[in-house]
């Protein structure tokens, strides 16, 4: 058992200040691109109470739609409305898809998506649950929230929807690829993804799912991990103890391997495009679970020979690069996997002899 640390006093920040505060960090951080990081100012507002939080909400949805409608306006007078968008303040990961005041609602909606990350937070900080819980029901709620808005968006036309997209897809795709001058090693390269250009892109769109979980539980842990690291002071999730000694259920290894079975079944037995579907993103996910426990057995040995700051952070960064290029990654993903049965940081207590 590790000891109980003792928290510092904590200064009690006021009501007005507390959603002033949140409410422009959200909003920076949505206008800058780090949305991503959104769900924490929400969280930190929420956990001082639901009429901070709620205010906190109220600011930033107001500014955010005044905002735009007063863009809008401008934009009418100055530019023709979809130019406008091109230049000042498009949506993170929306653009110019909308008009009018349907665009205030998508920029609103975009915004709540990632601040409902933050009350949920919230809300599941206050109960004893266990890392797994937290992020996994977290996780389903905001992929619920996801599939929903995604119906309601398309109004039930989904199929139409992924037929444009993928056709947008494989023009953007031929027209990033076009042949260059002179070098023939390159010219055969770029040939090569112009020519299968459609099957590239549609088996993009076969794990676009698996990229869409991953996004959400990868966001959802982020969050967790940087309340823990920016809020030290008043400990939030203290029922979670130590990230770095977190460690997936066994009974998920034996997931894997079904998974695995039931891939090699569909390949040379069953011979189905649903099958092989859901077990490739079914190893999508898994993947990126497993690499959260092998970055938590590094960061278990970084505390444990007490690196310093500097080497710890070049160590991150290192960890960083090793997920971007897929064999370092796979080499993480793997140390994370067979640690259920290694134990790498001998975290199952040895039975004392009898």
Not at 168 to 182: E, H, N, S
Request: aromatic fraction near 16%.
């Amino acid at each position: 058992m590790e000891a109980t640390e003792t928290k510092p006093p904590v200064k009690s920040v006021s009501l007005p200040r507390t959603i002033i505060g949140a409410g422009l960090i959200s909003l920076a951080l949505y206008y800058t691109g780090f949305f991503i990081l959104l769900p924490l100012p929400i969280f930190y507002a929420f956990r001082k109470g639901k009429i901070a939080g709620l205010g906190t909400l109220l600011l930033a949805c107001g500014l955010l739609a005044v905002g735009y409608a007063a863009l809008l306006n401008w934009g009418g007078e100055h530019l023709a409305s979809p130019k406008v968008f091109d230049k000042f303040f498009s949506p993170p990961g929306i653009g110019p898809a909308a008009s009018g005041i349907e665009f205030v609602v998508w920029a609103l909606g975009y915004y709540l998506f990632f601040a409902v990350m933050g009350i949920l937070l919230a809300a599941f900080e206050r109960k004893n649950y266990s890392v797994n819980r937290v992020i996994g029901q977290v996780a389903l709620i905001q992929i619920s929230l996801f599939a929903l808005l995604v119906l309601i968006a398309t109004q039930g036309q989904l199929g139409e929807l992924l037929t444009a997209v993928k056709a947008q897809a494989v023009t953007f795709f031929k027209a990033y690829f076009q042949l260059p001058q002179g070098n023939e090693e390159v010219q055969a390269q770029f040939k090569f993804f112009q020519e299968h250009a459609e099957e590239l892109v549609g088996y993009a769109m076969m794990l676009m799912p698996g990229m869409i979980v991953n996004s959400i539980l990868f966001v959802t842990w982020l969050n967790v991990v940087a309340a823990r690291e920016i809020l030290f002071r008043s400990l939030p999730f203290p029922s979670l103890g130590p990230l770095r000694r977190w460690r997936l259920p066994f009974g998920m290894v034996w997931a894997v391997i079904a998974n695995a079975f039931l891939l090699i079944a569909d390949r040379y037995l069953i011979h189905s495009e649903w099958l092989s579907w859901v077990a490739l993103n079914v190893f999508l996910v898994f993947g990126l679970v497993y690499t959260f426990q092998g970055l938590a057995i590094v960061v278990f040995y970084a505390v444990r020979w007490s690196l310093s700051p500097f080497l710890r952070f070049w160590l991150y960064g290192l960890l960083l690069l090793m997920i971007l290029f897929e064999p370092f990654g796979l080499i993480l993903v793997a140390f994370g996997f067979f640690d259920s049965w290694f134990d790498f940081r001998r975290l199952t207590p040895k039975p004392t002899p009898g």
